[in-house]
């Protein structure tokens, strides 16, 4: 069973940081790539950033420069580094993969946690 957990999320003030984690449990799947994605109530899931199995990496113009995904040399964690916090990157911050098996050349789905709540205030 696939499972995605976020932990990081919290209160900031503008100009701060936060670092958020997702514990990722993948099992027989291949992870073909990695995404952070935020979401304010009603409004649409916005992509934050995205990395790819070939280790390239995609930022949301809006945080290009100040936030920086990565993953632990074992794969098992997925991290977003956020610097320089603004009052319009509080979201609810979800980490998702896009699975496939046993290769990412076959159907893709996407699995997402739960999200962990990042709350930037001026």
């Known amino acids: 069973q696939v499972q995605l957990v976020e932990s990081g999320g919290g209160s900031v003030q503008a100009g701060g940081s936060l670092r958020l984690s997702c514990a990722a449990s993948?099992?027989?799947?291949?992870?073909?790539?990695m995404h952070w994605v935020r979401q304010v109530p009603g409004k649409e899931r916005e992509g934050v950033a995205t990395?790819?199995?070939?280790?390239?990496?995609v930022y949301a113009d809006s945080v290009r420069g100040r936030f920086t995904i990565s993953q632990d040399n074992a794969g098992n964690n997925l991290h977003l580094q956020m610097n320089d916090l603004k009052p319009d990157d509080t979201a609810m911050y979800y980490c998702a993969a896009d699975l496939a098996r046993p290769s990412c050349n076959k159907l893709k789905s996407r699995y997402w946690g739960q999200g962990t709540q990042v709350t930037v205030s001026s």
């Open positions: 990395l790819n199995r070939d280790g390239s990496t």
């Open positions: 993948t099992y027989t799947y291949s992870r073909c790539s």
